[in-house]
């Protein structure tokens, strides 16, 4: 039981370059969501997912795009990457009952 | 919207001694609450949760933390700190009918003297 894994866990783009970060659970949850944190800010909400074939957009969407076709993954692509988008991208999936387990994040950095 | 403040950035204590880590929420309802720990390098762990019931929960590594309706608080303790607690410590409110998002603090970091 590997619960949540991130790939990869770090990366360096130039601004304008695309990547996609990938998102895997093994723990049957229907909700799954994507996150940044920066320093002094906490974790901000990017998208989100309540199940396969869905996706909705959180506190901080804008120049990222998410897919879930399968209900174990969750990815997260940035299209022209950005110096702003410098940052810790942390996934989750959430338990029925509110618990977020964490996978161990991918540190970008956007030159 | 709700809101949730952590009013320290940064707390020191020494090995051994009590902590309290403060957390506030601004929301009309009772939320559901949660406290998360990061240690460096690691994604969040979930240390307690709060939903409803007895206002004093407990969690994981010997933490505990109180919900007092009255002062909109939900604040983290533990009597007797041990050097490995050393992380940042993060208060989430879940707004009912929100599809289960969290609204985090902006973290409190503890160190931890021997």
């Known amino acids: 039981n590997a619960g949540v894994t991130q790939t990869p866990k770090f990366r360096v783009l130039k601004t304008g370059q695309s990547m996609t970060l990938l998102c895997a659970q093994d723990?049957?949850?229907?909700?799954m969501y994507w996150y940044r944190q920066d320093p002094g800010m906490g974790l901000r909400l990017i998208h989100y997912?309540?199940?396969?074939?869905?996706?909705a957009k959180g506190e901080v969407p804008d120049g990222y795009n998410v897919s879930r076709l399968k209900k174990q993954n969750f990815l997260l692509g940035l299209e022209s990457a950005a110096p702003s988008q410098t940052s810790v991208y942390f996934c989750?999936?959430?338990?029925?009952?509110?618990?977020?387990?964490f996978g161990p994040g991918t540190r970008l950095t956007v030159t | 919207a709700q809101s949730v403040t952590q009013p320290d950035i940064h707390i020191t204590v020494s090995e051994g001694a009590s902590l309290e880590l403060r957390c506030n929420y601004s929301?009309?309802?009772?939320?559901?609450l949660f406290w998360y720990v990061q240690s460096p390098g690691q994604g969040l762990q979930l240390l307690l949760k709060?939903?409803?019931?007895?206002?004093l929960v407990q969690g994981i590594k010997g933490f505990e933390a109180e919900f007092k309706r009255s002062q909109s608080s939900f604040n983290l303790r533990k009597p007797s700190v041990h050097w490995s607690d050393a992380a940042e410590y993060f208060c989430?409110?879940?707004?009912?009918?929100?599809?289960?998002?969290?609204?985090f603090g902006s973290g409190t970091q503890l160190t931890v003297l021997p």
């Open positions: 989750a999936s959430v338990t029925s009952f509110g618990e977020q387990y």
């Open positions: 723990m049957n949850h229907e909700y």
């Open positions: 997912s309540v199940g396969e074939g869905t996706t």
């Open positions: 929301y009309g309802a009772t939320p559901y």
């Open positions: 709060y939903f409803s019931g007895d206002t």
């Open positions: 989430a409110v879940e707004v009912s009918g929100s599809a289960r998002q969290l609204t």
